[in-house]
């Protein structure tokens, strides 16, 4: 008897995520899979792009890790966009004006 549950007892989950370009979306790709899941027996992680779309889709054994998955997945995303949107090739640059530099003295 194997202990790897059968196919109809994981639990699966996709989400796509797009991006502004397919560039950005496989840079979130290799950010996101440089970190393994923590219960590797009970959670199976496949990200792939797809033109400016991140598609990700978990297998879980129970629902509730399904959840806790998606929304750990979902945090790392925000920061990666948020980081993206901060210092990415169209990332909007702000001069201070002076007298928000006289302020910050």
Known sequence: MSDVPAASQWHSLTIAIPFLSEEHAT????????????????????????????????????????????????????????????FGDDAVTVTPTSQALNEMK
């Open 27 to 86: 840079i979130a790709k290799r950010v996101i899979d440089v970190d393994r899941e923590l219960q590797a027996h009970a959670v199976k992680r496949t990200l792939h792009v797809e033109g400016n779309i991140l598609k990700a889709t978990f297998q879980t054994l129970t629902i509730r890790l399904a959840r806790l998955t998606a929304n750990s997945f979902l945090e790392n995303i925000d920061l990666v966009v948020r980081t993206l949107s901060a």
